[in-house]
Each structure stands twice: as C-alpha cells, then as structure tokens.
C-alpha cells in the first residue's frame, strides 16, 4: 500500500525491514513495548556514548546505566511509530487532533451534567408526577440509543429538514478557513450538534442517578430532622440533601468523561468534526496500524488518569471513603 502496486520485490523487502516487519510477532511485539516505555534498553557507542536513537523519534535521551557494555537503559520521550500513509510520527497526529476532541468531550459532559443534575432534582421533588414519568422514560430511551445511531437522526432533523432554521451544517470544525481571506475562523455553531449527540447518554445517566440518589438521601434521618426544625424546603435540598446525592453522580460524570474519549469516534466521522475518531476511522480505512495502535494506547491512558482523579476526588468530598 506504501509503495504502489507496482513495486519490485526488493523495495518491498527494504519497507518491510525499515517497518521491522521481517521479524518475529514476538519480537516485534516487545519492540513496540520497548519503543514505547519511558524507560527502554537501546545499544550505543562505546567511544563517543551516542545513542543510536533516532533523534526525531525519542527527543534527547537521558543515560540511566549501561549493561555490558553495549547496551543501555535509557529515559526518553515514549514512541509510537510513524503513520504508514502520511509518514509523520503517531504522537503529533494524536496530538494535533486531541484538542478538538478534548472540547467536543467537555462541552457533552458539561451540558449533560448541568442538565441531568437539574432534570434529576425536579424528577425527585416531583416523584411520580407525570414530568417524572416523562423523564425516567426518556432517560431510559437515551441510555438505549446508540450514539451513531442518535448522530444520524440528529443531523437529519437539524440540518437538513431543518437547516434553513437553525443555519446548523451537518459537518464542521471547530476551526475553518475563511474563504473571502480572513484566515482562520472561531465556528462555535458547529460543536453544537455533535456536542448535543455526545451528551444525550450521559444526560440519562446522570439525570437518573441524581434522581435515585436523592430520593435516597431525603428518606434519611438527618433530613427528617431538618424538617423538623423548620428549614426552608430550599436550604434542606441545597444544602444538606443535595452534597450527600452527588457522590454517585461524580463517579458517573468521570466515567462517561473518559468513555467520551472512545464514544466521539462515530460522532466525530458522522458530522466530519476532525478529531482523535476521525483520525482513528481514517487510520482503520487505510490499515494504518501504528496509528491505531497508538490511538488505542493513549485513550487508554486517559481513562486510567482519569479514573485515578476520580478516586482522589471521591475521598476529598466524602469524608467516609478516607475511613
């Protein structure tokens, strides 16, 4: 696929070794690991102590010790490869599309929280009414619905049956060229679909959570007593109720947060918004195997931080897990 079909045997041969390709799955699987750990073994130059690292791939490598003297352990920038199809690094293509999908992940999980946190409270003061009704309904009709499926129909309506009101275009970036020459422009009406379509399962989620959660804190002693003691129906929810009922939501705002990362690559392709999944669907259409590979390593980082935070956090606002 690199060098055309027209290629002879020999520049094959010669990708294929420059791609390490001609070795054993073993031991180019532990060349991957070794390529990508912070801290590698690597042969160098007795004479001059030069690493025989390729600048452009590891940055400046540090010397930790060497072994037998021709081998070294070293501290260096973690390695991914290089596209097969663009020939650029796997870390600045990742890199250079995680913006877009950082912003489309935090505006989702932003609007899905303050509206799932808000819609949950209602549903709890009002419980069995018919707007909590509708809204157990409609938060088990978005935890069902597939996000590429939700992007489609969601782009449809907005769009294109409905494009001449609401001036949405079914693809965009957050950022696009002017083309009267005004050079790069700010599209914020662009985030608003894909942001909408990524938020709707969190919404559920959330607005459940908070919903069951509440209920649950309200039937507790200590909130008896502040009726009791003629609190304001306001202070008692706010207060005391609400803080005690967000400890489930935390953990679920987090969880989908680092989901988000892996969900928006069906958005990202639908609505065209260049990203980290536009990147990996591309990658997949072109067998580019080091840039998937190195997209899947990274979220996977990601979601293992994050999770981390979550736990600190979870200990910083209840007391309890510290116990």
């Known amino acids: ?82 596209s097969f199809q663009s020939r650029k690094s796997v870390s600045s293509i990742i890199l250079g599309a995680l913006p877009n999908s950082l912003v489309l992940a935090f505006v989702s999980i932003l609007v899905g929280t303050i509206l799932g946190i808000l819609l949950g409270i209602f549903a709890a003061i009002w419980k069995d009414s018919l707007f909590d009704r509708l809204a157990l309904f409609f938060s088990a009709l978005g935890m069902s619905l597939p996000s590429f499926f939700a992007a489609i129909i969601i782009g449809w309506v907005f769009a294109y049956l409905l494009s001449d009101l609401t001036g949405l275009n079914l693809t965009g970036n957050l950022y696009e060229v002017d083309d009267l020459g005004g050079g790069i422009r700010l599209v914020l009406k662009n985030l608003i679909l894909p942001s909408l379509t990524l938020a709707i399962r969190p919404l559920s989620v959330i607005m459940q959570l908070s919903r069951n959660s509440l209920l649950d804190v309200l039937s507790q002693d200590y909130i008896r007593t502040a009726w009791a003691k003629g609190l304001s129906f306001t202070r008692i929810i706010y207060k005391h109720a609400l803080r005690n009922a967000l400890n489930p939501v935390i953990t679920a705002v987090s969880g989908w947060f680092a989901s988000l990362m892996a969900g928006v690559i069906f958005v990202e392709y639908i609505f065209g918004w260049k990203g980290l999944g536009f990147v990996i669907v591309n990658a997949l259409n072109n067998y580019d195997f080091p840039l998937v590979l190195g997209s899947v390593v990274f979220i996977s980082v990601i979601f293992v931080i994050i999770n981390i935070l979550v736990d600190i956090a979870y200990a910083i606002i209840d007391p309890r897990v510290r116990k």
């Open 1 to 82: 696929m690199m060098v055309g079909q027209r290629a002879d045997e020999a520049t094959v041969e010669a990708i294929r070794h420059e791609l390490g390709l001609n070795e054993p799955v073993v031991k180019q699987y532990l060349g991957y690991l070794n390529n990508l750990s912070p801290l590698s073994y690597h042969t160098y130059n007795q004479e001059n102590v030069l690493f025989y690292l390729d600048r452009e791939k590891y940055g400046t490598p540090g010397i930790l010790f060497s072994l037998k003297g021709k081998w070294a352990v070293v501290l260096k920038a973690p390695y991914m490869g290089k």
